[in-house]
């Protein structure tokens, strides 16, 4: 009876501490501050990680201090998916996460894993800075979570612990790739020869380590970052896919907010972005320079035949209800932009 109650009130505590969206006291004494958590999986060193922080200062700065967020770095509050689901629910208010998890939550944003339909960065920030992502992000209001902006996370390409490097699609032939919680990466392994198998981000390092998958795929600060590049010998720019991160936040949080607070989050999410765009090339230079030194070695194979071994994914997203209208807009975005994956 006793270690019941005591584990209620134990139960009582951690929830107490856990709810999203505590208020407390602001400093000048008067009205109650919010206080926001952001949770996330990279590291305090990532750039990510950098223009998360810039958010929360900012959002501090457009509020007056009424809106505050703490973000939690290093996946502390739980995976990916996990922490996603926290926020649809509720107990974690935002969180900053791939667009190719986030096709679990709903199916349009499955289009960010469109095998090569974006075809480089210049082309990903037309498409993301435009109202085809404004769209997307509202999207998913009746799912319980809206997007607010994007940050680049580059262009996902092939990394093994093998001998041999991925130069073409037939060298994933029997190889078991790491993917993210995505049917659409599973599939687009599957069309390249590989045999997916879908696990955590953070399960990756040991897995990679005790040949429980033989590669993954990602940007190259996964590298240096995840310190993958200690059991990495190959690392393929085939660049499959630029899906970005995207930061969101639930919509019982945002409910909670008033109109001018929505709208200086808003902002600051977006002024964000703009300096992730400023930290972010500068870090992919930098993971290559020290990934080189942790014995990866590099390579750029000629990305035509991955982009027609995948033809028929494509496709799919061409005629599926909830993609076929963002896959021609993405597409239109890109009319101008040079591709160096054609066939
Ligand atoms: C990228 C992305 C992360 C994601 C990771 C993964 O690094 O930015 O949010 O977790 O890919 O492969 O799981």
């Not at 998916?81 to 199916?107: A, F």
């Not at 982009?307 to 799919?316: D, G, I, M, P």
């Amino acid at each position: 009876m006793k270690k019941t109650f005591f584990t209620l009130m134990g139960v009582i505590l951690i929830s107490g501490l856990l709810a999203a969206c505590g208020s407390t006291s602001s400093a000048d004494g008067g009205k109650d501050a919010v206080t926001l958590k952001l949770a996330h999986n990279q590291s305090e060193d990532h750039p990510v990680n950098k223009s998360l922080e810039k958010f929360a200062d900012l959002v501090k700065d457009k509020t007056d201090g009424s809106v505050k967020v703490k973000v939690y770095p290093n996946g502390q509050l739980g995976e990916e998916k996990e922490v996603m689901e926290s926020v649809q629910n509720g107990t974690i208010d935002l969180t900053k996460v791939s667009s190719n998890t986030l096709e679990s939550l709903d199916n349009v944003y499955s289009i960010f894993s469109a095998p090569f339909l974006i075809k480089n960065q210049e082309h990903l920030n037309k498409v993301m800075d435009s109202d085809i992502a404004e769209d997307i992000y509202k999207s998913t209001e009746d799912k319980g979570i809206l997007g607010l902006t994007w940050y680049d996370a580059g262009e996902r390409n092939f990394y093994t612990n093998k001998d041999k490097a991925i130069e073409t699609p037939g060298d994933l032939k029997g190889l078991k790739i790491r993917t993210q919680a995505s049917k659409t990466l599973e599939k687009n392994i599957e069309l390249l020869g590989g045999n997916p198998t879908s696990m955590d981000f953070g399960e990756l390092y040991t897995a990679m380590q005790q040949g429980v998958v033989d590669g993954a795929e990602n940007n190259v600060t996964a590298m240096t970052d995840q310190k993958l590049g200690e059991v990495t010998k190959h690392f393929s720019f085939d660049q499959h896919m630029f899906s970005p991160d995207i930061l969101v936040i639930g919509k019982s949080t945002y409910d909670k907010l008033d109109s001018d607070q929505r709208k200086a989050v808003k902002e600051a999410a977006e002024e964000s972005s703009e300096y992730h765009k400023d930290v972010w090339n500068d870090a992919v230079e930098k993971s290559i320079a020290e990934a080189k030194d942790m014995g990866v070695e590099f390579h750029y194979p000629d990305k035509a035949p991955f982009k027609e071994a995948t033809q028929s994914l494509r496709e799919k997203f061409k005629n599926a209800d909830a993609t076929a209208d963002y896959y021609k807009r993405i597409k239109e975005a890109g009319e101008d932009i040079d591709d160096d994956s054609e066939e």
